[in-house]
Structure formats: structure tokens, C-alpha cells
């Protein structure tokens, strides 16, 4: 088999299974630590810091937007849910 | 488990039906990747591969997984996730009750098209992974051309495992999303996958195994300079995902509001349906050329190139069931989810128990299925028009929604990135709205070109049938819409 063919190869198994399973691993891991949060204190917060920074610049940016209140709806919940959990998933 | 939905924004406006949810993150997981998996990714891959430059295929296709396949599929599952509703009922929250849910109803009847057809294939694989468990393949000398060949003439017998196919996809959705798809697809993809690993461990010890794996990944990297290579990448890389056919969208509805979207339904979707293609080059090519096979892709490579192959290997019997079994549980979990997109729709419109909604779909489905079941050139021409304009014009249309109508902006924001196991940042949106949609054009304008001169009523005939089928169906809409309004507003006059 030539070197090209075995780069390849070995490459396709990397970016494939190498990432697949990574995903899942990690999506598991996750899921389990959500899942902790919320037999421990009842919920968790569901916006990372860097979301929930989107959420508020889209919110500074279109104060007069059709959607503007689901936005805002769903800063207020990240903020109670800030407030009311002190364990953070993100 | 997943993380049960609490309500909130995001919520439908619309009334819902009271809605199951994935019973784990590892069912959910299993289901959608096994929805995409299926025949394709087992007898299409290795040779589309081999066929297009090998290392040089392989990095175009991988370019354009994570460009395009990876991006949409997070777009459909998320907005599948926000309405909470089956296709129609995406479509209404999106466009209101008009004429434009008639777009959603054109992608369901791609659907029940497809299944209808597709339920044929699986009924082949359920015929042979039957003839391996009985060891029909280990006999000396067997001849898989000729079962191949009589079974094909043998009409009866064809609607028969049709029938069976339909029957036992029905049973699996009756018990529901949790208890049917969910459990199936749980044990169904790690026995596919170890059945792969191990015909793969054996094919690599035969003598000549080596040819196939050099003729998979061998690069011939002026493949990358020809618009074939790419082309035949996209067209991999997007029909073998299952992007915007709604099944993502059907499977995402049923996922909790802070389930993650990015990571699952999107990077493991799409990676992962493509590992198992990259399994398969491993598990097939090497038989193929340790045995002095041609290299060849479809029915032809499966059930006649292949099923000779194993007959002729020591302890043959054993690596038949590994394959035709592991081959039926890809093609099985692939059924089951493009039936539920109907189902999931049909149960919301009309409003109907569950067990209602399954029956009275796999009965719509086996019906149209016979023709196809009795004729393989009726299946040939449906899998072409589906295949070349069903399809990428149902991707163009759910991107289109995605990305204009709903704006993938806000579904970003309030959808894709909650509960989130990575960020999206704000480059997705412009993949979503400019990128795929015109790749979707191009693909259609391509195989109008490319096709018209070859194969001219096929071509045409398919044409023809989708654009009259978009304004038909959104004419039926209009009316459905129209009276449904009617009479909500008189009943609640009445009360």
C-alpha cells in the first residue's frame, strides 16, 4: 500500500471515527452533568456566556423587533435561572 | 434520560398534541444517525469513493460534511426543536395559515414517495438477511446471480417482503417514539456497527485485501481539479445525511428545550453517518478485491458480488448474517424514520391516536409501495425523481424557510445555541441562508443539464411533476387552511 494511500487512510479514520466518537462521548458526558444539576438544585442555567451576550447585544440593537419579546423572555429566564442555582453547567 | 421540556419562550403558539420526548441522549443519538445510515452509505460509498480519485474524493467530501451537511442538519433539528410540530405544522408557525404550508406538504409527499420505494429495498435485505440466517450463502458453489435474478422475476414474492418490510416498520412505531424507534435503534446501530468491525477485522487478513483498501484511499489528486469529484461529494455528502428531507426536523421536535442541538444534531449526525460509510470501505472493498471481484456499487455489490464473496470464506455462514443482518438493521432504522415524518404530521393535523396515525400511514405507504415492489423500473424512475429533484428541492426549501422566513439569526439565538454543548457563532447564519440554498440550485440545475441530453423523458416528466405539484399543493393548502379557519371561528362563535 503506498504512503499517500495510508495518510489518507489513517487521516479519513482521525477526522471520521476519531470525531464521531469524540462527539458522542462528550454529548454523553454532558448530558449526564445536566442531568445532575438538575436533581441537585432543580435546573441549570441554558445559555453559555457567550449566548446569552448574543441575546442581549439582539436586544440592544432591535428594541423595536416583532420578536423582541421572546428575547427578552428568554434573557429573564437565564437571569432566574442565574439567580436560583448557585452550580453553574456553563 | 433527556431534560424535559419546562415551557417558556419558545413554546408553540400553536396547540400541540401532548408530546413524547427521547427516553436518553444515547437513544436519541442512535435514532437520528441510524435514520440517516442506510443502503447507501454501505453499497454506494466505497465505490463512489474508489470511483472518484479515492484520498482526493475523501478530503472534498469531508470539506463539504463540515461546510454544508453539518451546519444544515443543526438548522433543521433546531427549528424541528423550537415548533415542537411535525412538518405542516412547522410550516404554519413559519408562513400562518396560508398557502405557503403547502411547501411543507410537497416535502411530505417526497417522503411518503420515498418510503414507498425505499420499503422495496428494505424487503430485499429482509429476503437475504433471511437466506443467510438459513445459510443459503455457504453452500459450495452457490449461485447469487440466479437467486438474485429469479427473486427479481418473482413478483409475488417482491410485494410479499414489501409487505413484511411495512409490517414490521409499523409494529416498531406503534410502540412510539421512546418505546419503538428509540429501543430498536439503540441495539440496532451497535450491532451494525460491530457487525462492520468484524467482516472488516476479516476482509483485512485475506490475501489481496490490500488492492481494495489501495484502490479506496489511493489519492489521485487531479480527481480535486474536476467538477465530477466534487459534485459526486456533494451529492454524498447531502443525500446521505438526510438533510432537509424533515427528518431531522421530525426527530429534533421531540428533543427537551435544553437538550443540545449543536454537537448531537448536527456534528454526530453527520460525522457519524459518515463513519459508518468509512466502515464500510473497510468491511467491503477488501472482500471485493481479495476475492477478484470488479468493483461495482448498488443491488449488484451486495446481493450477488458480495453474498458470492462470503460463501466462498471459511466460516462463510457467520460473516452473510454478520453483513445481510447488520445491512437490514441500517436499512430498517433508515425506514422507520422516514415513516415517522409522516406519521408525526399526520397525527397533528388530523388529531388522532398515535396507533391511528402509524396505520393509517404504512397503509398509504404499502399501497403506493406496490407498483415499485412489482416493477424495479417503477422504483428506478422514482428513486431518479426523487433522487435528483425531490430531494435537493426539499433541502432548498427548508433552508430557504430557515434562513429567510424564520431567520437563522433568531434561530440561532433562541433555538440552536440553548442548552448548547458548543457555540454557533454567527458564521452558520450565512451558510444557512446564501450557501446551501444555492448549492441546492446548482445541483438541480446540474442534473437538468446533465440529464436532459441522456435520459430526456425521465428528465422532463420528473420537471414537469414537481412544478405542477408545488402549486397544486399549495392550492390544496389555501383550501385546507381557509376552511379549517372557517370552522374554528364557528365553533368558537358557538360556545
Redesign the interface.
Known amino acids: 500500500?503506498?504512503l499517500?494511500?495510508?495518510?489518507?487512510?489513517l487521516g479519513?479514520?482521525v477526522?471520521?471515527?476519531g470525531?464521531?466518537n469524540s462527539?458522542?462521548i462528550?454529548?454523553?458526558r454532558?448530558?449526564e452533568r445536566?442531568?445532575a444539576l438538575?436533581q441537585s438544585q432543580g435546573?441549570?442555567e441554558?445559555?453559555?456566556p457567550?449566548?446569552f451576550q448574543?441575546?442581549q447585544q439582539?436586544c440592544d440593537q432591535h428594541s423595536d423587533h416583532a420578536?423582541i419579546a421572546?428575547?427578552e423572555?428568554?434573557l429573564q429566564?437565564q437571569e432566574e435561572a442565574m439567580k436560583a442555582y448557585p452550580q453553574r453547567f456553563y | 434520560m433527556t431534560i424535559k421540556s419546562q415551557g417558556g419562550p419558545g413554546s408553540s403558539a400553536e396547540p400541540t398534541i401532548a408530546r413524547e420526548q427521547w427516553g436518553s441522549r444515547f437513544g436519541y443519538l442512535m435514532a437520528v444517525v441510524g435514520a440517516m445510515v442506510g443502503a447507501g452509505n454501505i453499497w454506494r460509498m466505497p465505490y463512489v469513493t474508489g470511483e472518484n480519485g479515492g484520498g482526493a474524493f475523501l478530503i472534498a467530501y469531508f470539506l463539504l460534511l463540515y461546510l454544508i451537511a453539518v451546519p444544515g442538519l443543526m438548522g433543521e433539528t433546531s427549528l424541528g426543536r423550537y415548533t415542537r410540530q411535525g412538518l405542516l405544522g412547522t410550516f404554519r408557525q413559519l408562513f400562518g395559515r396560508n398557502r405557503m404550508v403547502g411547501l411543507g406538504l410537497v416535502i411530505l409527499i417526497f417522503n411518503i414517495v420515498l418510503m414507498s420505494y425505499y420499503s422495496s429495498i428494505v424487503g430485499w435485505s429482509l429476503y437475504y438477511a433471511f437466506h443467510a440466517l438459513i445459510g443459503t450463502f455457504s453452500q459450495q458453489d452457490f449461485d447469487t446471480a440466479a437467486l438474485w435474478s429469479a427473486f427479481n422475476q418473482n413478483k409475488l414474492l417482491n410485494v410479499g417482503m414489501h409487505t413484511l418490510a411495512m409490517g414490521i416498520v409499523s409494529v416498531i412505531l406503534l410502540f412510539g417514539i421512546k418505546g419503538g424507534i428509540e429501543r430498536m435503534a439503540k441495539w440496532m446501530m451497535p450491532v451494525l456497527t460491530i457487525a462492520l468491525v468484524a467482516i472488516a477485522i476479516r476482509g483485512l487478513t485475506l490475501p489481496g485485501a490490500v488492492a481494495g483498501l489501495e484502490f479506496s484511499f489511493s489519492p489521485n489528486w487531479e480527481y480535486l481539479m474536476r467538477g465530477e469529484t466534487w459534485l459526486a461529494a456533494l451529492g454524498q455528502a447531502l443525500f446521505s445525511t438526510g438533510l432537509g428531507w424533515g427528518i431531522a426536523l421530525t426527530y429534533g421536535s421531540y428533543l427537551g428545550r435544553n437538550d443540545d442541538i449543536p454537537l448531537g444534531g448536527g456534528i454526530f449526525t453527520a460525522v457519524g453517518n459518515t463513519s459508518f460509510g468509512l466502515l464500510a470501505v473497510f468491511a467491503v472493498f477488501p472482500i471485493v478485491f481479495a476475492f477478484g471481484i470488479s468493483p461495482t456499487s448498488g443491488a449488484e455489490l451486495a446481493f450477488v458480488a458480495l453474498a458470492k464473496a462470503f460463501g466462498g470464506m471459511s466460516a462463510g455462514y457467520l460473516w452473510s448474517l454478520l453483513f445481510f443482518m447488520g445491512f437490514l438493521f441500517a436499512n430498517l432504522t433508515t425506514a422507520i424514520a422516514i415513516t415517522e415524518v409522516g406519521v408525526t404530521t399526520y397525527q397533528e393535523e388530523r388529531q388522532v391516536p398515535r396507533q391511528k396515525a402509524v396505520l393509517v400511514m404504512c397503509a398509504i405507504i404499502w399501497v403506493l409501495g406496490i407498483p415499485s415492489a412489482l416493477d424495479s423500473s417503477i422504483l428506478g424512475y422514482l428513486d431518479f425523481v426523487v433522487g435528483n429533484w425531490g430531494l435537493p428541492l426539499a433541502t432548498f426549501i427548508i433552508m430557504l424557510s430557515i434562513g429567510w422566513k424564520f431567520d437563522a439569526r433568531r434561530l440561532r439565538l433562541v433555538s440552536l445555541n440553548r442548552g448548547a454543548d458548543m457555540y454557533v457563532s454567527w458564521r452558520w447564519e450565512p451558510v444557512v441562508r446564501y450557501q446551501i440554498p444555492l448549492i441546492m440550485l446548482g445541483i438541480m440545475a446540474y442534473f437538468l443539464y446533465s440529464n436532459l441530453s441522456t435520459t430526456p423523458f425521465k428528465t422532463l416528466s420528473g420537471l414537469v411533476v414537481l412544478t405542477l405539484l408545488i402549486p397544486g399543493c399549495m392550492w390544496w393548502m389555501r383550501r385546507h387552511e381557509s376552511s379549517t379557519s372557517i370552522s374554528t371561528h364557528w365553533v368558537e362563535e358557538r360556545s
Open positions: 500500500m503506498s499517500s494511500a495510508i495518510i489518507v487512510m479519513s479514520m477526522v471520521l471515527w470525531v464521531a462527539a458522542l462528550v454529548s454523553m454532558r448530558q445536566k442531568l438538575i435546573g441549570f441554558p445559555f453559555s457567550r449566548a448574543d441575546l439582539w420578536n421572546e428575547v423572555a428568554l429566564q
